[in-house]
């Protein structure tokens, strides 16, 4: 079996409508049957596998006796940002739009989810359409008005401004979470949160209790590029739920898989890249080991013209169109990432092996049944388990999400 077809998935459905982080019915979704094995739009039914895939993101022969879930995921209207959130808008609300998931409120992913086990490992072949691969995540360029280094915008003003990553995130119970059996990751989710301060979004996911805990996957193209995993963390109660500064998202416990390139020069508190690699074009990413064998420079000043000083030599972006907004080709990453656990540690051990097909994402994606971490969730055989999940297309955090689906296990 080569490459699942999105086009020509096609059964009729309609989303449910729920509080929270949903207010409106989703679109509707045509799937057209393939043969005996049928399909669902809500129950992925996870088969026992004689053989398991090979686990390398292509899709082998197994995947075609097993029944796909289908659906969309649509990005809903989330409330209000309330304040400016990018820092280049200098706090001015005018500049940003006003719901938390415009400018992408009303899109909508097909997608096709499939699973199998082998009595020790769940397996899931993730695919959805995206005619681009989205690795262009905040780069770094250069203003010539002001003559600073900028960042390109997390969170887009309007269509043209989308420079980030493409992402999915599921989310599964611990135990029985009041709520969740029946919504998902909508009773995560609380919106119009109070007394935003600078960078906090008004919209977060925290548990309604305390001691209540769900399991959140949360892949990121670029950031997980070398650890090839998802980011894999959890959801708890906050004390100080209701108010934006409430985040319950947390980490597993493992290696950081990546972090910041930014450097402030202390003498002119000016901010540009960390790192740069002089004379290379349309990179999203500086691994460590490059920081390690001396491929990326470390940047030691930025002067109040904008050139950039390193430990070699300089660069000079006046004039420069390679360094522009948008689209210059020598723009800087934003990130700098490495292997992490590389799948043998709590935060990278649910591992993803990913392609681009240039009109989708077909992902692999492997964990044990049962980590034995408290922080995970458990997969048992001959059960269910309610979960849902979130496509990001190029976005931060506008995503389109499909919940009030289920897993149900084979013996």
């Given at each position: 079996m080569r490459n699942f077809n999105l086009s020509v998935v096609l059964m009729l459905v309609s989303l449910m409508s729920f509080m929270n982080c949903t207010h409106d019915d989703a679109p509707e979704l045509v799937a057209e049957c393939e043969d005996e094995i049928g399909e669902s739009t809500d129950e992925l039914l996870v088969q026992r596998f004689t053989t398991a895939p090979v686990f390398d993101g292509l899709i082998d022969d197994v995947w075609a006796d097993t029944r796909p879930l289908v659906n969309r995921a649509t990005v809903l209207a989330a409330g209000d940002r309330i304040i400016a959130l990018n820092p280049?808008?200098?706090?001015?609300?005018?500049?940003?739009?006003?719901?938390?998931?415009?400018?992408?409120?009303?899109?909508?992913?097909?997608?096709?989810?499939?699973?199998?086990?082998?009595?020790?490992?769940?397996?899931?072949?993730?695919?959805?359409?995206?005619?681009?691969?989205?690795?262009?995540?905040?780069?770094?360029?250069?203003?010539?008005?002001?003559?600073?280094?900028?960042?390109?915008?997390?969170?887009?003003?309007?269509?043209?401004?989308?420079?980030?990553?493409?992402?999915?995130?599921?989310?599964?119970?611990?135990?029985?979470?009041?709520?969740?059996?029946?919504?998902?990751?909508?009773?995560?989710?609380?919106?119009?949160?109070?007394?935003?301060?600078?960078?906090?979004?008004?919209?977060?996911?925290?548990?309604?209790?305390?001691?209540?805990?769900?399991?959140?996957?949360?892949?990121?193209?670029?950031?997980?590029?070398?650890?090839?995993?998802?980011?894999?963390?959890?959801?708890?109660y906050e004390e100080d739920e209701g108010f934006a500064s409430a985040n319950g998202r947390k980490a597993d416990e493992g290696l950081a898989i990546y972090s910041g390139n930014k450097f402030v020069d202390p003498a002119t508190d000016l901010a540009g890249p960390k790192y740069v690699i002089p004379g290379r074009e349309n990179y999203?990413?500086?691994?460590?080991?490059?920081?390690?064998?001396?491929?990326?420079?470390?940047?030691?000043?930025?002067?109040?013209?904008?050139?950039?000083?390193?430990?070699?030599?300089?660069?000079?972006?006046?004039?420069?169109?390679?360094?522009?907004?948008?689209?210059?080709?020598?723009?800087?990453?934003?990130?700098?990432?490495?292997?992490g656990g590389a799948g043998n540690d709590g935060r990278s051990e649910t591992q993803v092996r990913a392609v681009h097909t240039g009109s989708g994402w077909q992902l692999e994606i492997k964990r044990k049944l049962n980590t034995g971490d408290p922080n995970d969730a458990v997969f048992t055989l001959g059960e269910e388990i309610p979960f849902a999940l979130a496509i990001f297309n190029n976005a931060a955090i506008g995503h389109g999400q499909s919940s009030f689906l289920k897993m149900k296990f084979e013996n």
């Amino acid at each position: 079996m080569r490459n699942f077809n999105l086009s020509v998935v096609l059964m009729l459905v309609s989303l449910m409508s729920f509080m929270n982080c949903t207010h409106d019915d989703a679109p509707e979704l045509v799937a057209e049957c393939e043969d005996e094995i049928g399909e669902s739009t809500d129950e992925l039914l996870v088969q026992r596998f004689t053989t398991a895939p090979v686990f390398d993101g292509l899709i082998d022969d197994v995947w075609a006796d097993t029944r796909p879930l289908v659906n969309r995921a649509t990005v809903l209207a989330a409330g209000d940002r309330i304040i400016a959130l990018n820092p280049e808008s200098d706090g001015d609300t005018s500049i940003e739009p006003i719901d938390l998931m415009d400018p992408y409120t009303g899109e909508s992913y097909e997608y096709s989810l499939r699973g199998g086990h082998d009595g020790e490992y769940l397996y899931l072949l993730f695919e959805w359409q995206d005619d681009n691969d989205s690795q262009d995540r905040q780069s770094w360029y250069f203003d010539p008005v002001t003559s600073k280094w900028r960042g390109e915008n997390k969170y887009a003003n309007h269509e043209n401004d989308k420079f980030y990553e493409d992402k999915f995130g599921m989310m599964f119970p611990i135990g029985n979470p009041e709520g969740f059996a029946g919504g998902t990751c909508t009773v995560t989710c609380h919106t119009n949160l109070q007394d935003p301060q600078p960078g906090q979004k008004t919209s977060r996911h925290y548990m309604m209790n305390p001691n209540e805990l769900t399991d959140l996957w949360h892949w990121k193209r670029v950031r997980n590029a070398l650890s090839q995993s998802v980011d894999d963390g959890y959801v708890q109660y906050e004390e100080d739920e209701g108010f934006a500064s409430a985040n319950g998202r947390k980490a597993d416990e493992g290696l950081a898989i990546y972090s910041g390139n930014k450097f402030v020069d202390p003498a002119t508190d000016l901010a540009g890249p960390k790192y740069v690699i002089p004379g290379r074009e349309n990179y999203y990413w500086i691994a460590q080991s490059e920081i390690d064998n001396g491929t990326a420079k470390a940047v030691t000043g930025v002067a109040a013209d904008g050139v950039l000083t390193y430990d070699g030599g300089t660069i000079d972006p006046t004039g420069d169109p390679d360094y522009s907004q948008g689209f210059g080709n020598k723009r800087m990453p934003s990130v700098i990432i490495n292997p992490g656990g590389a799948g043998n540690d709590g935060r990278s051990e649910t591992q993803v092996r990913a392609v681009h097909t240039g009109s989708g994402w077909q992902l692999e994606i492997k964990r044990k049944l049962n980590t034995g971490d408290p922080n995970d969730a458990v997969f048992t055989l001959g059960e269910e388990i309610p979960f849902a999940l979130a496509i990001f297309n190029n976005a931060a955090i506008g995503h389109g999400q499909s919940s009030f689906l289920k897993m149900k296990f084979e013996n």
